[in-house]
């Protein structure tokens, strides 16, 4: 049976800020105990972030039927996956042990007669409380690949299981970021191992739809006037488009259903192309409702994952172009400087709004390029007008 294994060690390092929070904490025997939660914790993310799922994902609709093949291919990306679960789990039962067992084992506590044991005894109950969380999920993980309608598909299947490894990994993030959060006000983005990754990849994957949208419907526009014997060259020009997209790193984050619709979409695209010529109205019928999804998945990245990025992204724009507007108050050459650092940053906010990427687009400055300090007024004020439209619900 073919094994899947990482082609680099797992992580368990924790985040810096993390590591400072659990050296701060006075109540050393209870720092030690997190310490080996949170390295599981991040062993397990890392793994389950990091193990390769993606080929093994159909690639064509007459790959969608599950045999025994598949499950031979698969089995050992669920083992792992279950094993890696509850590793973590096992690790947070023996080192914060539930209070059912504590009371089989003959223990007895006081009540909590100080600030740091009222947080400890806080911390248990979430981290017991997380495990059993995770555990069920297992549970559920096994009934749900045994199912008719998974078994058969290996759509479905490889859905499946995406969706609980994600699932997986958001609530050991939780784990993390709930727990440290009792001793101290921190970001979730500084002490969640694999969470700034996590978001990265989220936000360079918007980006990319952002461009694959702007190209499709820049095709589509040529269509209005454009001869039948024309349109399945256009079909097959589009269909290569997708399928580039297909092979970019971002795209590999795809939920594996949007990765369906792509693939079905590119095999409407590649019938019409095999035509001798298509009416324009058959093209519009494929590609309309695929940008419509395209554009449904960059909204919910916007709205679900990054949330919080994008937000301080904006925040750290906005301060840049404040320094921006003081240098050139002053004629200091650092102006252009901290403009240009402005734009590279606000490139994670590309494909939240198209006006904004316009913007972006055209405010881009080649690394030999140089502006004067009418051209950065300018910028300086697009951008913050730019920055001010972006809308945050």
Known sequence: MPQVKSSRPAQDTLPPRLSTLLEGLTYRELATRLEKVYRAAA???????????????????????????????????????VMDVNALVSVVKQAFPPPEQKARDGAWAPPPASFDERLAQEVETVLNACAGRLAQRVADLGQRVRQPEVVSDRWALMSELQSFRADFRAQMGDLVYLTATAFEDVPREQVVPGYEVQVGAAA????????????????????????????PAHARRMEEMLAAFAHMPASLTMKTR?????????????????????????????????????????????QRTL???????????????????????????????????????????????????????KARMAPGQTQDDAQLRETLEVFRERLAALPFT
């Not at 064509?60 to 598949?70: I, K, M, N, R, V």
């Not at 990319?208 to 039948?228: F, G, H, N, T, V």
Request: proline share 5%.
């Open 43 to 81: 062993l397990a993310i890392d793994r389950l972030g990091h193990i390769n799922i993606v080929k093994y994902e159909p690639t064509s609709l007459e790959e969608g039927g599950a045999d025994l093949s598949l499950w031979e291919t698969m089995a050992p990306v669920l083992r792992d996956t």
């Open 204 to 231: 360079a994957l918007r980006s990319a739809l952002a461009d694959l949208r702007r190209s499709a419907q820049s095709r589509m526009e040529k269509l209005a006037a454009m001869p039948p014997k024309d349109v």
């Open 258 to 302: 949007d990765k369906r619709m792509l693939v079905e979409q590119r095999g409407h695209l590649d019938t019409l192309a095999t035509r001798p010529e298509a009416d324009t109205g058959e093209l519009r019928a494929v590609m309309e409702p695929m940008l419509a999804e395209l554009a449904r998945v960059g909204t919910e990245l916007t």
């Open 307 to 361: 949330v919080a990025h994008d937000r301080a992204v904006w925040s750290v724009c906005g301060a840049r172009l404040e320094q921006a507007a003081m240098h050139l108050f002053l004629h200091s050459p650092g102006a252009e400087r901290v403009v240009r650092d402005a734009l590279k940053t606000a490139e994670a906010l590309y494909g939240r709004s198209p006006t904004f990427d316009t913007f972006l687009r």
